[in-house]
Each structure stands twice: as structure tokens, then as C-alpha cells.
């Protein structure tokens, strides 16, 4: 698995964002690909940061399930 872009690449995506330049160019400018570009952005609206997520932590939220041991539910 690749690791974390720096920062000053992310910071600099979303301010190319900002400016109002298209994901695909900034994707050509900054060659991190087209998908690097989109997931900063997103993750940039989505909570306003460019920082990577700390290792090991999920991109969504964990939804628990009651879980029932007994057989009688499973006939």
C-alpha cells in the first residue's frame, strides 16, 4: 500500500481547488492522479482538513450489529 503525500502537495491541490482549477488539471500539474486529486478534495470538504488520517484509522464509520449466539434464530 503506498503511503501519505506531504502536506505541502495536499495544501497545494486545494489551493489550485480553490482557485478554480479542474481536478483533471490539477491532476496533470501535480502528478498525483486523478484520484488523489478528488480523494484530498473530498476529504478537504469534507472536514476541512489536508491532513492524512491517522494510520489504521477507517475512512467511514463502523456500524454495530446486535448479534444473537442463538441457533433458534437461524432456522
Given at each position: 500500500?503506498p503511503?501519505?503525500?506531504?502536506?505541502?502537495l495536499r495544501?497545494r491541490?486545494?489551493?489550485?481547488?480553490?482557485q478554480?482549477e479542474g481536478?483533471?488539471?490539477?491532476?496533470?500539474?501535480f502528478?498525483?492522479?486523478?484520484?488523489?486529486?478528488?480523494?484530498d478534495i473530498g476529504?478537504?470538504?469534507?472536514?476541512?482538513s489536508?491532513s492524512?488520517?491517522?494510520?489504521?484509522?477507517s475512512?467511514?464509520?463502523l456500524?454495530?450489529?446486535?448479534?444473537?449466539?442463538?441457533?433458534?434464530?437461524m432456522?
Amino acid at each position: 500500500m503506498p503511503g501519505t503525500h506531504s502536506l505541502d502537495l495536499r495544501k497545494r491541490i486545494i489551493a489550485a481547488w480553490q482557485q478554480g482549477e479542474g481536478k483533471s488539471a490539477i491532476a496533470r500539474r501535480f502528478i498525483p492522479g486523478y484520484a488523489t486529486a478528488r480523494r484530498d478534495i473530498g476529504r478537504f470538504d469534507a472536514c476541512g482538513s489536508v491532513s492524512a488520517r491517522p494510520y489504521g484509522e477507517s475512512p467511514g464509520t463502523l456500524i454495530s450489529v446486535p448479534f444473537s449466539s442463538s441457533t433458534d434464530e437461524m432456522n
